[in-house]
């Protein structure tokens, strides 16, 4: 072991010695680093090693680069990088591929590599590690999105990022989010492609007999990946999931009116169909621009009453209570909106039909809190529009979000993981105290059941890592 030691230690010689000569550390300094970096070797050398040590270690050399780039800014210094931070870098990297390979199904030790793969810009270290770690966790789909992720924004090459989701498919064949991200993906793809070919068009520059894939850059590629994630995984809600991915794209009106097509056909008998095509009618074209105020509010108006109609068109056919609170949800929205709510409330209660569903939104709109506790349960759904509607007032109260979560938790928090990470997330927002997030990681880890557990851990592992 000793003879092991010393070895890497006399490796470090010319490091230190550099360090030395173009007067970023002190010989002092030096003297001390030797004496810090041989204990932190002897450690990793024992016959009972610890992952506390690997650590420990990891985070002295990092703490060294930061002081050798603070150092160099200071003095204006800018050569010898190989020399020094390079080999240093090299030898963390040694590290946590030491660390993973001894505990392979520590998440965070390999998302921690991943880190610190990104900011010191080794890209091509950073492939390995994700191949590394595909190996080990090819079970968990948040890992082959960041791998593909990484390959299309890290080291600009979407046809690696392609392969990456076509794997992920073999092992996750009916995993939503994996294909929401490699259609996203093929959407960035074709949007960058376009862009560079009209800044080329623009500069008068001559490409040759390179030709632009315009199977891409139309988005065909991406409804490949529509048709084939439609044929494996069926809903209304992932359809609509794709819709959104895609209208953010200005290119893809050919595409949308393709998923419109098919969530009308497929799924006419579910609520969600019917509130996103009573919401569709607050975007409907209106010709040339309203100028006056009358005219914008008579317009709005106008697009507001053929929402109510839409959603009664939705209740003939489905009177349940999703449908009823999708269409009372508007209301409620579009009311708050108003100035003189109390007005409007009268005016507009008529299009609420029958009875109970007025009782229930004179009560939502007076107090939502009462609301909730006379009358549970409710679904998810329910409590998610609630949230979003406080979300959306001029100035939110975190006590009611909380209040709309706990009772949310209340009813779902044993199986539903997605819920508690949008908790934490709200408690770590600007409205939130981040104090709390511990103590609601706690409760999650008591009371989540079966994979619900795995995914949660996996998932706030990535969040405390800047991934989601």
């Known amino acids: 072991m000793a003879e092991i030691v010393q070895q890497r230690i006399e490796n470090r010689i010319p490091e230190w010695e550099q360090l030395e000569r173009v007067g970023l550390f002190t010989k002092k300094e030096i003297k001390s680093m030797l004496k810090r970096a041989t204990a932190l070797e002897y450690k990793l050398h024992r016959l009972i090693i610890s992952k506390v040590d690997f650590i420990a270690y990891i985070q002295y050399e990092i703490n060294v680069l930061e002081l050798i780039k603070k150092r160099r800014s200071r003095i204006g210094y800018t050569f010898k990088k190989e020399e020094i931070e390079f080999s240093i870098i090299s030898r963390i990297n040694n ?6 390979t001894k505990w392979k199904n520590d998440l965070q030790l390999w998302l921690s590599h991943v880190a610190f793969c990104k900011k010191w810009n080794t890209k091509g270290q950073l492939s390995k590690v994700f191949s590394s770690m595909l190996a080990i966790h090819p079970e968990k789909p948040a890992v082959w999105i960041m791998a593909a992720k990484s390959e299309m924004e890290d080291r600009n090459s979407p046809e690696s990022a392609r392969q990456l989701f076509l794997r992920a498919l073999r092992f996750h064949p009916e995993s939503q989010k994996v294909y929401q991200e490699y259609f996203r993906m093929e959407l960035l793809h074709a949007e960058k492609l376009r862009k560079e070919q009209k800044e080329l068009e623009k500069a008068e ?8 894939p315009l199977e891409i850059m139309s988005g ?55 509130d996103f095509m009573a919401r569709r009618e607050l975007d409907a074209a209106v ?16 697009r507001e009453e053929r929402c109510c109609q839409v959603y009664e068109e939705g209740l003939n056919m489905l009177n349940t209570e999703a449908m009823w609170t999708c269409y ?21 209660l008529d299009h609420l039909k029958p009875k109970g569903a007025k009782n229930i939104f004179k009560k939502t709109l007076i107090t939502p809190k009462s609301f909730l506790h006379e009358s549970r349960p409710f679904s998810k759904a329910f409590f998610t529009r609630m949230i979003q509607i406080e979300k959306e007032q001029e100035t939110p109260k975190m006590t009611n979000l909380r209040d709309f979560y706990e009772r949310a938790l209340s009813e779902f928090g044993s199986t539903d993981d997605d819920l508690w990470l949008e908790y934490i997330r709200e ?3 600007p409205r939130g105290q981040p ?18 557990v795995e995914r949660f851990i996996t998932q706030y592992t990535l969040l405390q890592t800047g991934h989601i």
């Open 220 to 274: 065909k590629l991406a409804e490949v990946v529509y048709r084939d994630a439609t044929t494996k995984i069926q809903g209304a809600d992932f359809i609509l999931s794709l819709l959104n991915i895609a209208a953010i794209f200005d290119f893809t009106k050919e595409l949308q009116a393709t998923i419109i097509q098919d969530l009308q056909g497929k799924y006419a008998d579910h609520e969600v169909t019917w």
């Open 328 to 348: 009372v949800s508007f209301c409620l929205e579009r009311f708050k909106r108003k100035t003189n709510v109390h007005e409007l409330k009268e005016k507009r």
């Open 287 to 302: 010709g040339e621009e309203l100028q006056s105020a009358k005219g914008r509010a008579s317009d709005i108006a106008r």
């Open 205 to 212: 520059i001559d490409v040759g007999e390179y030709e632009f």
């Open 95 to 100: 590290i946590f591929k030491r660390a993973t």
């Open 427 to 429: 408690e770590l927002g």
């Open 435 to 452: 104090e709390n997030c511990g103590r609601i990681h706690w409760r999650a880890m008591k009371i989540l059941e079966g994979e619900s």
